[in-house]
């Protein structure tokens, strides 16, 4: 998991920028983004590779037509360049730190310490100076499908999270 690194925010009247340093030390220039292939149904179907009905059994056909939209590869660098998780180990890391800066908050509430509630694992970065968060809730959407605690969201997205030690 990457550590929390420091950040700057600039204040605007319609929005809060951060500037947040990069939490990895790959280089950006040699990150690869794999950019998925569309499926071409009509060709499957014409070998002989009947898929529609089990992807439409799954409910999947989002998703397939989630991938044939445009790729914006620095955009997605410079994301995953700053990207770190936001679990419950950080959260109550967060805790530990609020304490540390202000004693007076031992024993108090995330609320009352001035937290956000811990909701559910997060992966956090900034693009542009623009906070960016996805959880599994944000990934179903996009997929055009509703997040649940058997959905196939929930474990690739708690499996990407932990062997890929964002």
Known sequence: MAS????????SSSATLQIKSKTMSVPIESLEVQIESPVDFPSLNR????LESLISAQELFPYFYM?????YVELVKDFWVRAEVYDEEASMNEEIQAVINDPSLKG???GEMGLEAFKETE????????PITITEE???KACRNEASDTSTYSYHFVYFVTENHI
């Open 4 to 11: 929390s690194s420091s950040k700057q925010v600039i204040s």
């Open 138 to 140: 944000i990934i179903a």
């Open 123 to 130: 992966i956090r970065s900034a693009v542009m100076g623009v």
């Open 47 to 50: 070998n002989e590779m009947l």
């Open 67 to 71: 991938l044939n939209g445009p790729t």
């Open 108 to 110: 108090k509430t995330r």
